[in-house]
C-alpha cells in the first residue's frame, strides 16, 4: 500500500513538473505588428511596414528607420527635433484593435529607447480608448475624417474617451539602449489602444524592439484617506511624471523655475502664450486609474502666483467612465497679479469612473505669467452621494 502512495505521489509530482516546464516555455503573444522595424513599407525608402508618424507639418522634425544604432535586429527607428518654437510632441505609433479579450486585463508596452544629444524630454505611452471613429476607419481602410462623415458624426461630438493613460517620460541626454516599461487597464468598452514612442524638444532619441502584451490585471489598491495621489507634487524630479499641456502658440513655454517657488527648489512656469487664436487649456495634470477611487471624496490643491496674468487661472477634475465624462465647475478663480494663493476643490467621484483627470490650468492664449507648484490630490473619505454616476 505504501509503495501505491508513493508511487502515485511520484506521478502527480512529474505531471506538476511538466505542467510548470509547458506554461513557462508558452510565448506570450507580442500583439504588435512588426516590432521590431525589420521589415519596410512597400514602394517606401525607409518607412517601416505597419507604422506611423505624427505629421506636424514642420520642417525641423526628421523621422527615420536606422540600420546603424540597432537595439536587436537590423534596424530601429529614429525622431529628430532642432527646434520648439513651436511645441509639440513627435511620436512613432501604432493603432491596434482590441476586444473583450483585452477587457479587464493590464496592457503592457515594453520598448528600448537611446538617446543622442536629448535635450527636453522623450518618452513611451499606451492609451486605452473608447474611439469608435478609430475603429471604423481602420476596420473600413479610410481615414477617421472620411470615417466621421461616414457616421454622420460632427467634428464638436467626436465620441472619443479615454479609459486609460500612461506615459514614461525620460530626459537622459545621451546613453545606450535603456528597457522602459508602462502598464494600463482596459476597462470594459475599450475598443482601441494607441501605442506611442515621442519626444518633445530637441536631440534625436531612438526606439526598437517593442511589444505590447495582456497580463492578469493587479489590483486597484484603494488609497489610505489623506495620501497625495499625485507623483512629484513640488515638481522636485524634473516634473516626469507630469502632462505638460502646451498649445502649439509660437513661443510658448511650460518651464521648471528654480527661481520662483512656494516651498522647496521649484516649481511651473507658463510664459509667451499670448499668441494663439484659439481659446484652449494650458496647465499641468496628471492622469490618476481611478477604479479604487470611484464612489470616494476626494480633494485637488494647488499653489498659483499671477503676474498681470489676462486670464482665468483655476483647479479642475474631470471623470472619465463609460458614461461620459463628468466634470467638477470652476471655483475661486484668479487673474492678474497675485502672490502665492491656494485653491482647493472636492469632489465626489463618480462610480464606475476608471480614470481622473486633475488640472492645474488656465485659459490661453493670455499676456501675462502664471506659476503653479505643490499640487495634491487627497481621498477625504467616503463619497456623501455615494451611487451617482456621472
Request: aromatic share 10%.
Given at each position: 500500500m505504501r509503495q501505491s502512495i508513493r508511487a502515485l505521489l511520484l506521478v502527480a509530482a512529474l505531471l506538476c513538473v511538466a505542467s510548470l516546464a509547458v506554461g513557462a516555455t508558452t510565448p506570450v503573444k507580442n500583439l504588435l505588428q512588426n516590432p521590431g522595424f525589420e521589415k519596410n513599407l512597400a514602394g517606401h525608402e525607409w518607412m517601416p511596414a505597419i507604422w506611423d508618424t505624427s505629421d506636424?507639418?514642420?520642417?525641423?522634425?526628421?523621422?527615420?528607420?536606422?540600420?546603424?544604432?540597432?537595439?536587436?535586429?537590423?534596424?530601429?527607428?529614429?525622431?529628430?527635433?532642432?527646434?520648439?518654437?513651436?511645441?509639440?510632441?513627435?511620436?512613432?505609433?501604432?493603432?491596434?484593435?482590441?476586444?473583450?479579450?483585452?477587457?479587464?486585463?493590464?496592457?503592457?508596452?515594453?520598448?528600448?529607447?537611446?538617446?543622442?544629444?536629448?535635450?527636453?524630454?522623450?518618452?513611451?505611452?499606451?492609451?486605452?480608448?473608447?474611439?469608435?471613429?478609430?475603429?471604423?476607419?481602420?476596420?473600413?481602410?479610410?481615414?477617421?475624417?472620411?470615417?466621421?462623415?461616414?457616421?454622420?458624426?460632427?467634428?464638436?461630438?467626436?465620441?472619443?474617451?479615454?479609459?486609460?493613460?500612461?506615459?514614461?517620460?525620460?530626459?537622459?541626454?545621451?546613453?545606450?539602449?535603456?528597457?522602459?516599461?508602462?502598464?494600463?487597464?482596459?476597462?470594459?468598452?475599450?475598443?482601441?489602444?494607441?501605442?506611442?514612442?515621442?519626444?518633445?524638444?530637441?536631440?534625436?532619441?531612438?526606439?526598437?524592439?517593442?511589444?505590447?502584451?495582456?497580463?492578469?490585471?493587479?489590483?486597484?489598491?484603494?488609497?489610505?484617506?489623506?495620501?497625495?495621489?499625485?507623483?512629484?507634487?513640488?515638481?522636485?524630479?524634473?516634473?516626469?511624471?507630469?502632462?505638460?499641456?502646451?498649445?502649439?502658440?509660437?513661443?510658448?513655454?511650460?518651464?521648471?523655475d528654480s527661481t520662483v517657488a512656494h516651498t522647496g527648489r521649484y516649481s511651473m512656469r507658463c510664459s509667451n502664450m499670448a499668441d494663439g487664436l484659439v481659446q484652449t487649456r494650458m496647465g499641468i495634470t496628471q492622469p490618476i486609474p481611478a477604479r479604487a477611487l470611484a464612489g470616494k471624496h476626494v480633494r485637488l490643491t494647488g499653489w498659483f502666483k499671477g503676474d498681470s496674468l489676462r486670464a482665468t487661472a483655476y483647479v479642475k477634475i474631470f471623470a472619465h467612465s463609460k458614461s461620459g465624462i463628468a466634470q467638477t465647475p470652476g471655483k475661486e478663480l484668479l487673474s492678474g497679479t497675485f502672490d502665492w494663493t491656494r485653491l482647493d476643490i472636492d469632489y465626489d467621484v463618480p462610480e464606475g469612473t476608471v480614470e481622473l483627470w486633475p488640472w492645474l490650468v488656465f485659459n490661453a492664449p493670455a499676456a501675462g505669467m502664471l506659476w503653479f507648484d505643490d499640487a495634491e490630490l487627497t481621498v477625504i473619505g467616503p463619497a456623501a452621494s455615494s451611487g451617482k454616476k456621472p
Open positions: 506636424a507639418g514642420l520642417s525641423t522634425v526628421f523621422f527615420g528607420r536606422d540600420s546603424f544604432l540597432v537595439h536587436g535586429g537590423t534596424h530601429a527607428v529614429s525622431i529628430a527635433n532642432t527646434s520648439t518654437i513651436y511645441p509639440m510632441a513627435h511620436n512613432w505609433n501604432q493603432t491596434l484593435l482590441v476586444g473583450r479579450e483585452a477587457w479587464g486585463k493590464d496592457a503592457v508596452l515594453s520598448v528600448w529607447s537611446r538617446s543622442n544629444g536629448l535635450q527636453g524630454r522623450a518618452y513611451v505611452m499606451l492609451q486605452a480608448y473608447r474611439d469608435t471613429l478609430t475603429k471604423m476607419s481602420l476596420v473600413w481602410g479610410v481615414d477617421r475624417d472620411a470615417a466621421r462623415r461616414r457616421m454622420g458624426v460632427n467634428k464638436i461630438d467626436d465620441p472619443a474617451i479615454d479609459f486609460g493613460w500612461k506615459r514614461q517620460q525620460f530626459d537622459d541626454a545621451q546613453g545606450d539602449w535603456v528597457r522602459r516599461e508602462v502598464r494600463v487597464y482596459v476597462p470594459a468598452g475599450t475598443n482601441v489602444l494607441f501605442v506611442r514612442m515621442g519626444l518633445f524638444g530637441t536631440g534625436q532619441v531612438l526606439y526598437d524592439d517593442a511589444s505590447l502584451t495582456l497580463e492578469p490585471a493587479k489590483p486597484a489598491l484603494a488609497p489610505a484617506p489623506g495620501v497625495n495621489l499625485f507623483a512629484d507634487p513640488g515638481f522636485e524630479n524634473n516634473a516626469l511624471a507630469w502632462e505638460l499641456v502646451v498649445p502649439p502658440f509660437e513661443g510658448a513655454r511650460l518651464d521648471r
